[in-house]
């Protein structure tokens, strides 16, 4: 008698244990046991979206692109002049509604105080900024021409980096020439470093790309570098 009166007053006990945490206490203060993970179905989309690579950590409302949207997205990203014709086929709009949207959308920028305005330049339409704004632009492309490679020495990094780590008289057995002062340069650009030394006869320097390598060129490691087979010509 006295076993079930101990498991009615446990029971009790724990009933009203529930009854006093919030739902968001409960979330924050247990951990979660090997069947709360997720279903089997959920758990392997969560592993697909995680190894499709970078994605855009931006989240937006959904909503439903329009023409005047499209015409911006388009603008904001060529790095030319689009005529209008050629704008309107990419929106599938008309030449009229294309100079429409622009307007309307120069109209946005200005009163919204933004950087940029989208100019008619050369036949066409291109988004720029404004031309206050020219002394910061100018120290950042000054930034950008310390990165600007030569065709040499983009062959040279490309062979460290696919070879890394590698000593320089691998790099000069490939290229036929003498590498360096382009390594130097490189070295001085932050794209390459001296990694360690060979163990081989005179112990000379291994080099190897930076961290800075991968920011330039937009990898987020080593293993997103194209496979020599994609860079390979295809058959005429």
Do not use: C
Not at 58 to 77: M, N, R
Not at 136 to 148: E, H, I, N, P
């Amino acid at each position: 008698m006295s076993e079930q009166y101990e498991e009615q007053v446990d029971t009790q006990m724990e009933v009203e244990l529930q009854d006093d945490v919030s739902p968001d206490e409960m979330d924050s203060s247990y951990p979660i046991d090997a069947e709360d993970e997720l279903p089997i179905d959920e758990q392997e989309t969560a592993d697909q979206d995680s190894q499709a690579g970078p994605q855009s950590t931006i989240i937006e409302d959904e909503f439903e692109p329009t023409a005047e949207s499209v015409v911006e997205a388009v603008l904001f990203a060529s790095d030319e002049p689009l005529t209008p014709p050629r704008l309107a086929k990419i929106v599938e709009t008309s030449v009229s509604q294309v100079r429409k949207h622009v307007k309307t959308l120069n109209d946005k920028y200005r009163a919204n105080n933004n950087a940029f305005r989208i100019e008619e330049i050369a036949g066409g339409y291109q988004m720029l900024t404004l031309s206050p704004y020219n002394y910061w632009l100018k120290k950042l492309l000054r930034v950008r021409g310390d990165t600007k490679l030569s065709p040499a020495a983009l062959e040279t990094l490309a062979i460290i980096a696919y070879k890394q780590p590698v000593i320089r008289a691998d790099i000069e057995a490939i290229r036929g020439v003498q590498v360096g002062e382009i390594v130097r340069s490189l070295m001085y650009k932050g794209l390459v470093k001296i990694v360690g030394r060979a163990e081989v006869l005179g112990r000379p320097m291994l080099y190897g790309t930076t961290k800075r390598f991968l920011e330039t060129f937009g990898l987020n490691t080593l293993k997103d570098l194209p496979k020599i087979e994609e860079l390979k010509k295809p058959p005429s």
